[in-house]
């Protein structure tokens, strides 16, 4: 399995429009996080893991052709923002979106002229399969959704092989941790330093750590809060990284 980090940061991205904070104003191309996405390249077939507003930066970085299946975690605007620039990924049978039914209600009510009866001639093609916290088939890749709480909303992490990536969680119960057992590689999301109402902190995200053990994790979804790249590595335990848009890596 080879995996693609498109985007590490958070919703509003790095640098923050109109900070000039040390991070946001670091030469650091590691401090410079658009908003949080993967791509997984799994026996031939590749699996994009949201699709958020700097899509379309980030594929052409990556130089990616083809997506077989796209896995939306949630339906807010940084996850999902980018659906529309899927259309050049979708000319023969459709994108293959997993997702569950609340995400499909929003792709509806924002792109209701992908799914008219007579859509206009270019539009994405999307194939919708709403899932649930069962596991599924994508693109012939077995899939375990973990189910993740981002405040009050239920979202998904998913688990492909000994990978498992959860973005935007708060808290997960202790049910769904055991589907974090014997993981070569944990993705997760560790905002900041200080609570937040809706994301771990970098200390919650290294006591799922703890509780799990992972062989390795890599932490996504940061804001400019958690600090500079190069200092904040420093602290981090054995094991625990932070990942950086662009980071390749084979498992």
Do not use: W
């Not at 539009?123 to 993740?148: E, K, M, N, Q, S």
Request: proline share 5%; charged share 25%.
């Amino acid at each position: 399995m080879k995996i693609r980090f498109l985007g590490t940061g958070t919703s509003t991205g790095i640098p923050q429009i109109g900070c000039r904070c040390r991070v946001c104003m670091s030469s650091d191309s590691r401090d410079k996080r658009l908003r949080t996405s993967a791509l997984f390249s799994v026996s031939g077939k590749n699996i994009l893991i949201d699709c958020g507003p700097d899509f379309r930066r980030q594929i052409l970085d990556a130089g990616t052709e083809r997506i077989d299946a796209v896995l939306l975690t949630h339906k807010h605007y940084d996850h999902i923002a980018a659906l529309d620039e899927l259309r050049l990924f979708s000319k023969n049978e459709g994108v293959h979106l997993y997702l569950e039914k609340n995400v499909a209600d929003v792709v509806h009510a924002h792109l209701p002229y992908c799914f008219s009866e007579n859509p206009y001639p270019g539009v994405a093609h999307f194939v919708l399969h709403t899932v649930d916290d069962t596991p599924f088939v994508a693109a012939g890749i077995p899939v375990i959704p973990v189910r993740v709480m981002h405040y009050n909303l239920p979202i998904l992490g998913f688990r492909i092989e000994n990978v498992a990536y959860i973005t935007d969680m708060l808290d997960i119960a202790a049910s769904e941790c055991g589907k974090l057992a014997g993981l070569d590689l944990l993705i997760v999301n560790a905002l900041r330093h200080k609570p937040h109402i809706s994301h771990q902190t970098l200390d919650d995200a290294l006591a799922l750590v703890r509780k799990v053990r992972p062989r390795r994790t890599l932490l996504i979804h940061m804001s400019h809060d958690m600090g500079l790249h190069a200092e904040e590595s420093l602290k981090l335990p054995e094991g625990v990284e932070f990942a950086y848009d662009g980071l390749e890596l084979e498992v």
